[in-house]
């Protein structure tokens, strides 16, 4: 399913937090949205999400504008993994992510055999089937985080969004996270993501997009986004990009102010003076 947005504007209180977002994510695609901390890329979800609706602009999911969906026929295409989630109820992690098949049977019907099929392979997946009978309440926050990951997947969506989906991860788990968006996208789902870590976004998404002040910086292929030029710019940090020998994506190291390269040389005093016999 095809992600369009077209003109976006959104403001808080009357400041725009963004400005004339136009962004085309294809079907089967993962775009990675990176940039500073409030330059709207978890308002950018939230608009795309239909949680928020632009001021003015438009989103739609293969041409079909968003408010033309209705809440359930919503959630059976776009399923939303949020940076933090509050579970308000003791519940286990499989009735947790079961709940992602609600929009597929209703609240109150059984569960069907699909539906037991798709939540024991979103716990596979998300590696939480060995503690399914656990309560909520006592995993971690990376633990959590695959949880919501895993509902999300059992909902069987053609477009996932995710907001900062390593949070709280330990490397191990950033990897394998990761390398299931990959394999789902491969399987023709949509993702889109808010993500803090360059080098995940050089290494895993086929484009990325740096959203600064509230408007697309740029938009593209990892190894033309993301250079020390709009790095520096978006960031207003200064890193050397080169190749990872292994994946042969580009990577990005930061470069600490000791050792930045000197804007000029300093000044030459000459002094001189007439000889005296």
Request: glycine share 8%.
């Amino acid at each position: 399913m095809e992600i369009t947005v077209e003109g976006l504007r959104f403001s808080y209180n009357g400041s725009p937090l963004l400005d004339g977002i136009d962004l085309t994510v294809p079907r089967g695609e993962v775009l990675a949205i990176v940039g500073p901390n409030g330059s709207g890329k978890t308002t950018l979800l939230k608009n795309i999400s239909g949680i928020l609706s632009p001021e003015v602009g438009s989103v739609y999911l293969d041409m079909t504008r968003l408010p033309e969906f209705s809440i359930t026929e919503l959630a059976r295409h776009l399923a939303v993994v949020e940076q933090e989630r509050e579970i308000g109820f003791d519940f286990t992690v499989r009735e947790i992510v079961a709940l992602g098949r609600l929009p597929h049977r209703g609240r109150f019907a059984k569960e069907t055999r699909t539906d037991k099929q798709w939540i024991e392979r979103a716990m596979e997946l998300a590696n939480v089937a060995p503690f399914a009978e656990r309560s909520i309440g006592e995993l971690s926050g990376g633990e959590k985080q695959r949880v919501f990951l895993a509902m999300a997947l059992a909902q069987n969506p053609r477009v996932l969004l995710l907001d900062e989906p390593t949070t709280y991860l330990d490397i191990n788990h950033q990897l394998q996270i990761m390398e299931i968006v990959r394999q789902e996208a491969a399987a023709g789902l949509t993702v889109l993501m808010a993500i803090h870590d360059l080098n995940l976004a050089a290494q895993y998404a086929d484009r990325v997009a740096i959203l600064h002040r509230g408007r697309l910086l740029a938009v593209g292929r990892p190894a033309d986004v993301l250079t020390e030029t709009n790095i520096k710019q978006a960031f207003q940090t200064d890193v050397a990009v080169g190749e990872n020998p292994v994946t042969n994506s580009i990577y990005i190291n930061t470069v600490p102010p000791k050792f930045k390269a000197p804007t000029s040389l300093g000044k030459l005093h000459i002094i001189a003076g007439e000889e005296v016999a």
